[in-house]
């Protein structure tokens, strides 16, 4: 009896020690949907990639008219054209429809990669902001991702001001 009381005294103890070393833990979270939102470089990537892109969506849009006229001339005038001609407006149009289906799908593919790539970039400098932070004020841990965080631990603001400063 005396073996099994010291032994529950020392687990109390030691769970009582536990409690006290986890009550100093300071825990952190960042939102990193609102950090490739709203801030500053990643605004400043967005506006980059709009204009490096710009003339090649303008492009597409100009190929895109020139199919539907050409196939509304082809609708139009499917009576009266022989054969010959209305089926080489046809082909015409099936070509330029190939090609177009082809340009999109590669002006998706170079957006996708410069957008990974400037996401990249965005997110190594805001590791590097987070990591400062956790430095200077004492954080033991910091979250990207939990089911529930409470916003008192929520220091996306924080890193936000920070990558704006340029920090």
Known sequence: MRYLLSTFAALALSLGIAAVEAAEIKIGFIDAERINRESAPA?????QLEK????????LQRREAQ????QSQLEKDAMTMSES???AKE???????????RMQREYREDLNLRRNQELSALFERANRV???IAEAEKYDLILQEAVYRNPRIDI???VLKALAEGK
């Open 52 to 59: 490096e892109f710009a003339p090649r969506a303008q492009e």
């Open 85 to 87: 001609d209305r089926r």
């Open 43 to 47: 605004e400043r990537a967005s506006k």
């Open 67 to 70: 199919m539907k006229a050409l």
């Open 130 to 132: 987070i990591k400062q």
């Open 156 to 158: 996306t603001e924080k």
């Open 91 to 101: 082909q015409e149009l099936a070509r330029m429809n190939l090609d177009y289906q």
